[in-house]
């Protein structure tokens, strides 16, 4: 199995950027497709983006195309969400998560393992 930990949420001004990290341990992230979902006060959890393990099936929610991307870096085994153009909008809790077989799907419901969560406020 893979741990799974997010940082970098915070409050940022409508049009500011902000990069989120996830962290694994125990396993190697590579070896994973990835995604990055969020959830809204009083909404459910939506998938915002993910990665296949080749790297080679990349996905984004309508919503976000243009504004945000997302990537991995192999040698410090962390997935990134870099988020650009930020929209009030966009606050939500966002997690990241991995799956061990199968492509990327913007389906939360499929993903095995997950982060604990971090918060991202988008506001004047």
């Known amino acids: 199995q893979v741990r799974l930990v997010e940082s970098g949420g915070d409050l940022v001004q409508p049009g500011g950027s902000l990069r989120l990290s996830c962290t694994a341990s125990?396993?190697?992230?590579?070896?994973?497709?990835i995604g990055w979902f969020r959830q809204a006060p009083g909404k459910e959890r939506e998938a915002v983006s993910c990665?296949?393990?080749?790297?080679?099936?990349?996905m984004y929610k309508d919503s976000v195309k243009g504004r945000f991307s997302i990537l991995r870096d192999g040698a410090k085994n962390t997935m990134y969400l870099q988020m650009n153009s930020l929209k009030p909008e966009d606050t939500a809790v966002y997690f990241c998560?991995?799956?061990?077989?199968?492509?990327?799907?913007?389906?939360?419901?499929?993903?095995?393992?997950w982060g604990q969560g971090t918060q991202v406020t988008v506001s004047s």
């Open positions: 998560a991995a799956r061990a077989y199968g492509l990327c799907e913007l389906i939360p419901k499929v993903y095995e393992y």
């Open positions: 125990e396993d190697t992230l590579n070896d994973y497709s």
């Open positions: 990665l296949s393990r080749n790297d080679v099936t990349v």
